[in-house]
């Protein structure tokens, strides 16, 4: 959205040191331009604005998992 300039990304800095309902009416400002995925849970929400608007976070997101699970996996065996 920042891209198309729909949305302005530097109000997210400032929320750093905001309350926490502040940063939730953020949240949910960004949840209503996702349509009916509004109603999915957090992290389906999450993954849905990423797709759409920065899937290379996906790509790091992937390799982390990955990197957890190798060391879960090795810290059992």
Known sequence: MVKEEKWVDI???LLLDE???ITLN???RMVNHIGTNGLLSF???VDVLAKRY???ILEVRDKLL???L???EAAGA
């Open 11 to 13: 109000d997210d800095y």
């Open 66 to 68: 990955t990197a957890d």
């Open 54 to 56: 920065c899937p290379e």
């Open 26 to 28: 953020r949240w949910r």
């Open 43 to 45: 992290s389906e929400q």
């Open 70 to 72: 190798w060391l879960i």
């Open 19 to 21: 309350p926490g309902y």
